[in-house]
């Protein structure tokens, strides 16, 4: 019953801005992790950006000093700002949550596009 809900992906010009978010239907505060991964065409998915109970977070290289994950407890929504898009970062991104005695969920993936 659990549910994870992205909203955000587009088409953009390369050096434009997205904001991916990602809407649970239970609270995110005793989450054990929540973040994104993405698949390029033609890769392996990969973990894009991650966030922990404590609040912790973290950044892959690929994408670090462009994006940031952020999240709204009350709102139970995590969000992915991106900015400086290359078309390099053109993939679906997935929003993936885990939660104790929970299994993982994922949400349905968000298309996003840079063109250059």
């Known amino acids: 019953q659990v549910q994870l809900v992205e909203s955000g992906g587009g088409l953009v010009q390369a050096g434009g801005s997205l904001r991916l978010s990602c809407t649970a239907n239970?609270?995110?505060?005793?989450?054990?992790?929540m973040g994104w991964y993405r698949q390029i065409p033609g890769e392996q998915r990969e973990l894009v950006a991650v966030?922990?109970?404590?609040?912790?977070?973290n950044i892959r290289d690929p994408v670090k000093g462009r994006f940031t994950i952020s999240r709204d407890n009350a709102k139970n929504t995590v969000y992915l700002q991106m900015n400086s898009l290359k078309p390099e970062d053109t993939a679906v991104y997935y929003c993936?949550?885990?939660?104790?005695?929970?299994?993982?969920?994922w949400g349905q993936g968000s298309q996003v596009t840079v063109s250059s």
């Open positions: 993936v949550a885990d939660w104790p005695y929970f299994p993982t969920y």
């Open positions: 239970k609270s995110i505060e005793s989450i054990n992790f």
């Open positions: 966030t922990v109970r404590s609040g912790e977070s």
